[in-house]
């Protein structure tokens, strides 16, 4: 047997800027300028649907921004307006779409993919760029609070197939992150809240004093104030970064996933509300259920699940949602998320849990009877709340 190691060394860069696509603003050709070979640098541009609805100039903006470093970029074509959101990762047909764009480019493993949109899209546009002459270079433009601050920062790609989310995909570096805050403000409040969510999720994994500082600007987050929302998608991308950089498993070869902190409810409620919940709305509810059951027993102590669970409702999420009292073939229909969570990541069921604030734990068996009797507390609670 021949055995040897193969190491592969990346860099992971994400930049933030306002205005990328402003006059004078050299976020994006900064970072381009890593590739360090020839100029001009070939880019294809892909635009998500939905961002060029809440940006009526942002085609213009893109062209002439490129006009403006005509030698040193090339921008090909105009860029290409596709769908973006969930059904776009629901359709086939814009994969084969997408390479053929890609052909006809003539981008090679020189050029650069260049991707703005929402999470679903990035996914898309990531899958079919690291499948394309076997992955050419993907520069991600986040444009929702979600993937700014946590998946567009990540390294996977994928789309839903076989009727299963992210069933066809690949594990990809992209060679840079930009993340322009100000398409931020194109969002619904619902969309700019969600990100605040995975924030406290992966302070409650690594950062005491990050979920410390969440808790004095509450009040300023309840209110999506600029400063304090730009303030946690910062810090919350460069935590999800360095997770992924430093864990030991960015391709995630084990069948630990930290960063689903609350998740194994989040995506099964999700499905049960027929996608009524979002996903930012569904992981506050599934962390809320995690951390009471570990309180039940005995992993947290009493005091820190309030605190965290204070915080979670002082910014503006429901601790509690009625699908998770649905009950299917006698037991709550929720529970069957445990087993489609190990599925999923293959493997012993490992289920992330927060025994204090900055501090995770990993689980491999949970006690059902406790999780219902956490569920039940939840909604005690959350009855006596509206009375
Ligand atoms: N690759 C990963 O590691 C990873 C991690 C977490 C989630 N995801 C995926 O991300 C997807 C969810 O992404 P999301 O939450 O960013 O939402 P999304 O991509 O589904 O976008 C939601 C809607 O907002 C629109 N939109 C996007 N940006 C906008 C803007 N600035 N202004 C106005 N409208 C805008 C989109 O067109 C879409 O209609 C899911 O498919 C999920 O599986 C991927
Ligand atoms: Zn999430």
Known sequence: MIERPIHLEFAHRVVFTRGAFSPGNSSLDDVLARAGDAIPRRVLVFVDGGVVGGNQNLLRDITRWFSAKDGELELIGSPVVLPGG??????????????????RSKIDRHSFVLAVGGGAFLDLVGFAASTAHRGVRLVRMPTTSLSQGDGGVGVKNGVNFFGKKNWVGSFAVP???VNDLTFLDSLPDKARRAGIIEAIKVALIRDRSFFEEMERRAEQLRELERDALEMVIRKSAGLHVDHIATSGDPYELGSARPLD?????AHKLEQISGFSIGHGEAVAVGMAVDLVYSKRIGLISAEDCQRILRLIESVGFSVFHESLVLREDGELHVLKGLEEFREHLGGQLTITLVPE????????????NEICAAIEELQMDSFAKTK
Do not use: Q, Y
């Open 357 to 368: 604030i900055g501090r995770k734990l990993e689980v491999n068996e949970m006690d059902k």
């Open 175 to 177: 060679f840079a992150v």
């Open 261 to 265: 902190f609350g998740h194994w409810t």
């Open 86 to 103: 969930e059904p776009c990762k629901n359709d086939w047909s814009l994969v084969p779409e997408i390479w053929s764009e890609i052909n």
